[in-house]
């Protein structure tokens, strides 16, 4: 079966016990995303792994919220995290 994914972008960043993977990829139909992937070494030397997909139509916004709460995790935080978030609508069920 051939995989239905091109990969465009491939960065690793270990960090310890964790090591993060961002990936961008393109589906057959030429949609693009996002894939950001952690891997945790256990305590009894398994690893386990999460991953979060983020589509192109969302990447903007994604990055946005991340370069904020990376300000604001680091000590950078310059007041527009507050103000973002306070205008900031929850989706609709």
Do not use: C, W
């Not at 079966?1 to 589906?27: I, P």
């Not at 990055?63 to 300000?71: E, F, G, I, P, Q």
Request: net charge negative.
């Amino acid at each position: 079966m051939m995989d239905e994914r091109k990969e465009l972008f491939s960065e690793k960043v270990a960090a310890g016990t964790r090591t993060y993977f961002f990936d961008v990829k393109e589906t057959t139909d030429g949609t693009k995303y996002l894939s950001i992937s952690e891997t945790r070494l256990q305590q009894d030397d398994t690893r386990t792994r999460g991953r979060i997909m983020v589509f192109e139509e969302n990447i903007i916004a994604f990055r946005d919220a991340l370069v904020r709460a990376a300000n604001r995790a680091i000590g950078q935080d310059d007041g527009t995290a507050a103000s973002a978030r306070q205008g900031h609508a929850e989706p609709a069920d």
